[in-house]
C-alpha cells in the first residue's frame, strides 16, 4: 500500500518535472556535502506535543494558547504532531529523504522546568540525547536552536521574560547546560530563532505570548508599543552575546562547534521608484534584521533606528560593547520567505501598519492591483524568489561576507478540517516555490556570497503559532487526527534532487550529464 502510494507519487513527479521542467535546479549546483547542509527545520513547541510529560513544566504558549481567541482555529500544541512520541519515525523520514542536517530547537521548561530556579529534569535530558544520538547515529548533524519562542512560564510570572535583564542570566543558565551535557556531539548551535520578529510580536501587535501591546498599533490589555520592543530586543541582544561568551569561554576550543543566530530576513523593494520609497526601504532593512545583527556584528544599532527612536532606543554601556565586539557570531541564520513592498509614511499618509510601521513605513503585497509574486497559503507570504539572493547578497555584504545559512525558507498550504490527505499530496507548488528559490541561492553562491547550508521549513505540517493547524508547511502531510505521516509530492521531489538523480531527469542529453559528473 505504502508502496504503491510511493510509486504514484513519484510517477506524478515525473509528469510535473517533464511537463513544467519546474527545475533547472541540481544538487550538482551546490558545494558538496562535506561543505554543504541540506536539512529540515522544526521548533519544539510546534511539532513535540507532550506538553506535560515527561515531568516538563508549562511554557509561556502553552499558557498563552490555552486562552481563549489567542489561536485563530482555538487549537494549541498540547499533542501537536506528536513527535514526543514519534521522534524515531520521523528520524526515519528525513532519513530517507537523505537530509544531512536537521534543525529543530530544545523545550527549555522540558530541561529546567523552573529556569535557574530548580532543577535540571533528567526525563528532558533524555529525550534530547535521544534524538541527537538517533540522527547521529543516521549521519544527520543536529542543529540546534536553543531557543525558539517558548520559555517557562514561572520566569514570565516572576520578571516579565524577555522585558527583564534577569532573563540573561536564565538564557545563560540554559545555555550553558545544552552545551555541557549536548556540546560534545552538537556542532552547530543557534541562539536564538528570529528574535527581531518574536519581540515586535510579543510586544508591538501583541499577537504573541505575552501579548502585550498599545495604541495604535494594537489594542491590548497590556504593554507599550513604543518602548517595550526595544526594551525586549536588547535583552536578547545581550543574552546572546552572553551565551555566545560562555560558548567561547569554556566549551568551543574543547568541543569545536560553531555558534550563531537565526534571523526574520524579510527583503524589501520600493513601492514607487522614488527616492522617499527608496529611503523607506532603507528604514524597512534597519529595523529588521540589522536591529539585531548590526550591534551583534558591528557593535551598535543601526543609524535609521537611533535617528527614529531617539532615547528610546537603549544605549550599550562602554563594557557591553566591548563584550558585543569580543563575542559576535561564527554564523548568520537567515529564515526567507518572502518580499514586500515599503511605502514611505514620513512624507506622505498611511495607515498604521503593525509589523513594520516603527519603522515609519507601510509594507504592502501588491502594487497597483498587481500581487508581488504567486500567492501562497499563507497571508502576505508570496512567492518571489529573487527575494532570495537579494537578502543574501545585501547581508554578505552588510556583514562582510560572514558565513550564513538559510535556516528557513518554505511553502504553506492553507486547509480546512474537511480536508484529507489527498488534498495536499499534489502539492507541485511547493516544489515550485522551493526549486524556485534555490535557483537564486545558488546564482548568490556563484555571486560569492558564503552560504554554507539550507533548510526547509517543515519536515512535517505543524501547529504554526497563531494561525493553528491551518497553515501546512511540510513536506509531510500530518492527519492530526491519526497522527499519520504521508509524503507529499515536494518529499519526493526533495529526495531525488538530494540524490543529484533529477539530473538525469533533466538533461536528456548526454554531455550535459557529463559535464555534470565530471565538473
Ligand atoms: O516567519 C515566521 C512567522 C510568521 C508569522 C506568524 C504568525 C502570523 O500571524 C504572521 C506571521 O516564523 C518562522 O517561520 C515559520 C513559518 O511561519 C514558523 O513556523 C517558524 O517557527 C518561524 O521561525
Partial sequence: MAREAALWLLLLLSAHLLLRRASAIHRGQFPPPTSFLFGTSTAAYQIEGGYLEGKKSLSNWDVYTHKQGTIEDGSNGDIAADHYHRYMEDIELMHSLGVNSYRFSIAWARILPRGRFGHVNPDGVAFYNAIINALLHKGIQPFVTIFHYDIPHELEE??????????QKDFGYFANICFRLFGDRVKFWLTMNQPNLLAKFSYLNGWFPPGHCSEPFGNCAFGNSSIEPYIAG???ILSHANVVSIYRNNYQERQGGYIGIAVSARWYEPLRNTTIDQLAV?????????????????????AEMRKILGPTLPEFTLKQK????????DFIGLNHYSTWYVKDCIFSPCEMDPMDGDARVLSLV????????????APFFYDVPHGMEKAVMYYKQRYNNTPTYITENGYAQASNSSMTAKDFTGDTERIDYISGYLTYLVSAIRKGADVRGYFVWSILDDFEWTSGYKDRFGLYHVDFKTQKRTPKLSAEWFREFLKGSLVSREFQNGSQLQQYYTS
Avoid at 322 to 329: E, N, Q, V
Avoid at 369 to 374: A, E, L, R, Y
Wanted: no cysteine.
Fill in 158 to 167: 516572576r520578571y516579565g521574560g524577555w522585558l527583564s535583564p534577569e532573563i
Fill in 234 to 236: 536588547h535583552n536578547m
Fill in 282 to 302: 532603507e528604514r524597512a532593512i534597519s529595523f529588521n534584521v540589522p536591529w539585531f545583527l548590526d550591534p551583534i556584528i558591528l557593535g551598535d544599532y543601526p
Fill in 322 to 329: 566591548k563584550k558585543l565586539h569580543a563575542t559576535k557570531l
Fill in 366 to 377: 501588491e502594487r497597483d492591483g498587481v500581487p508581488i509574486g504567486k500567492e501562497t497559503g
